[in-house]
């Protein structure tokens, strides 16, 4: 696959029209018939979602921290590909397994000197690619963890904003 002529009319839109890159992407989720859980729409799918069972989830969904290593992995997994097929480095397999580590107590509560949230997120790439050079690899890495969209947006993130309001 030609990654840079897939990609080039989509470039020169927007080096014409930079406004046109700019993008909003949306991700809704609904309450269900439990606390325990919800579904989750990004737009072309509903993810179904759950507590964690070490908070009382059932743990047979996906809890939020799941669904954000998996959008980690997910990017990249597809970041990697991307450019390894993009610069001709030539792979066999490309693989990426994300895990964390989180305290539940914060979560719960229990403590107030837990934090909250994940203390530490792994990202492990696995490549099959006796054939790279050294350089190449080298190269896939900077330009993988460059432009993999949820890494950099968890190494640096941005403003979030929080709003509440009632529903009519």
């Known amino acids: 696959m030609d990654i840079r002529s897939l990609q080039k009319p989509f470039k020169e839109q927007y080096r014409r029209d930079p406004g046109s890159s700019r993008i909003t992407l949306t991700a809704k989720?609904?309450?269900?018939?439990?606390?325990?859980?919800?579904?989750?729409?990004?737009?072309?799918t509903i993810y179904e979602a759950e507590a964690h069972k070490g908070v009382g989830g059932a743990g047979t969904a996906a809890c939020s921290g799941d669904l954000l290593l998996g959008a980690l992995a997910a990017c990249a997994q597809l970041t990697c590909q991307l450019v390894a097929t993009a610069m001709g480095v030539p792979t066999r397999h490309i693989g990426v397994t994300v895990d964390g580590d989180m305290d539940l107590s914060g979560t719960l509560g229990i403590s107030k000197e837990v934090p909250v949230g994940f203390e530490a997120i792994r990202v492990q790439f696995?490549?099959?690619?006796?054939?790279?050079?050294?350089?190449?690899?080298?190269?896939?890495?900077?330009?993988?963890?460059?432009?993999?969209?949820?890494?950099?947006?968890?190494?640096?993130?941005?403003?979030?904003?929080?709003?509440?309001?009632?529903?009519?």
């Open 29 to 44: 989720g609904s309450e269900t018939a439990t606390p325990l859980s919800c579904s989750v729409d990004i737009g072309r």
């Open 126 to 168: 696995k490549l099959d690619a006796p054939e790279a050079t050294p350089e190449q690899l080298k190269a896939l890495q900077e330009k993988t963890e460059q432009y993999c969209v949820v890494l950099q947006t968890m190494l640096h993130p941005p403003k979030v904003e929080s709003r509440w309001g009632t529903s009519e």
